[in-house]
């Protein structure tokens, strides 16, 4: 079974600088998504980024980068000139290559962006 | 576009009684699923449906939780009888094939 781990419970910064949150996953599997999933005060579950894991390439979407290290297998969220509207629960999870992409959550990382 | 609607968006309730959530997935998407969301346990898949089929229902805690997909655009997941240890938020999710998932803004259940 796959397992995620995120292990910073709670993050703050200053508004404008840069953050790293941090994930590792466990998996006997070659092919598979990891995504990162934002979920502010209001509840909702948001997709911020999603990485294939036979792509090389970082995924990119605007300020938020990903540093995926397939071998070491850890997945960081890199967020740039970080806004307040940054401030939510961030969630790291495992995705199968299946059609169904069935999630494995981690339990999450709570940041807040201070003014 | 409309995205995934969930209802009740709360529901508070008292031990003993039936509880039905309901959840209108994405239109053309083919994959709906169902999780929970508490703070001992955190985000958990308990069903997922292809096609209005139930392809995997190992999450589902107990046999007081059902989960019924009659179309493609609408599912229910039902407690009976509701336990204070359902109390969580229940999303609901919807995808196409080798598509991230789109989540419903969840329904909060109480249960006292």
């Known amino acids: 079974a796959q397992t995620v781990t995120q292990s910073q419970p709670e993050m703050s910064v200053q508004e404008a600088e840069t953050v790293t949150l941090s994930c590792t996953y466990d998996?006997?599997?070659?092919?598979?998504?990891l995504f990162w999933y934002k979920q502010p005060p209001s509840r909702q579950m948001i997709l911020v980024i999603r990485?294939?894991?036979?792509?090389?390439q970082n995924a990119t979407e605007n300020r938020f980068s990903v540093n995926f290290q397939k071998a070491a297998k850890s997945f960081s969220l890199k967020i740039s000139d970080s806004q307040l509207g940054d401030t939510a629960m961030y969630f790291c999870?495992?995705?199968?290559?299946?059609?169904?992409?069935?999630?494995?959550f981690g339990q999450g990382t709570r940041l807040t962006i201070n003014p | 576009d409309a995205g995934v609607i969930q209802s009740p968006r709360h529901e508070v309730t008292e031990m003993g009684q039936e509880v039905t959530l309901r959840c209108k997935p994405i239109s053309g998407h083919d994959y709906l699923f169902w999780y929970r969301q508490t703070m001992m346990r955190g985000l958990e898949l308990l069903i997922y449906?292809?096609?209005?089929?139930?392809?995997?229902d190992s999450g589902m805690p107990e046999d007081r939780f059902s989960a019924k997909m009659p179309n493609a655009s609408f599912s229910t997941l039902k407690i009976q009888p509701s336990e204070p240890r359902d109390s969580a938020v229940y999303f609901c999710a919807s995808s196409q094939s080798y598509q991230p998932q789109h989540f419903g803004d969840g329904t909060r259940l109480s249960i006292l």
């Open positions: 990485q294939e894991a036979y792509k090389q």
């Open positions: 998996t006997s599997e070659n092919n598979y998504y």
């Open positions: 999870a495992f995705g199968s290559i299946q059609g169904a992409q069935k999630l494995v």
């Open positions: 449906f292809n096609n209005n089929v139930p392809i995997d």
